[in-house]
């Protein structure tokens, strides 16, 4: 399955957001993106089609394993492009920017090599 850049960063926000607060419900993702709610839901029922959220009775989002997958990998090449950036001279705002358009628009080989080389750092 492809999934948008969009779709990309909710899953990559669900995490940041898991990691943070424990629970995640729809209107932290609204407040974190400074989003609409109804954009919100509209991307979530996208991801549960998807089966990478379940959405509990109470509200709650909690990633698939699929889902789990997708957000760690793309948060690893975000942290790891911000990082290679920022030693690079880049400064931290830009690096930041820039980590999170190349995220999801870098090949497997090219971002292997930019972390066989911020590993040596």
Do not use: W
Not at 21 to 48: C, H, P, Q
């Amino acid at each position: 399955m492809i999934l948008q850049e969009s779709g990309e960063n909710y899953l990559e926000m669900i995490l940041v957001l898991q990691k943070k607060n424990g629970n995640v419900r729809s209107i932290d993702i609204a407040n974190a993106f400074e989003f609409t709610k109804a954009s919100v839901s509209r991307a979530m029922s996208i991801l549960k089609k998807e089966n990478l959220i379940l959405m509990e009775p109470n509200g709650t989002i909690r990633l698939t394993e699929t889902g789990l997958a997708r957000a760690n990998g793309v948060l690893e090449r975000h942290l790891t492009l911000n990082q290679h950036l920022e030693s690079l001279g880049v400064s931290a705002e830009t690096a930041e920017k820039d980590a999170c358009r190349i995220e999801h628009i870098i090949s497997p080989e090219t971002f292997a090599a930019i972390k066989a080389q911020v590993k040596k750092q």
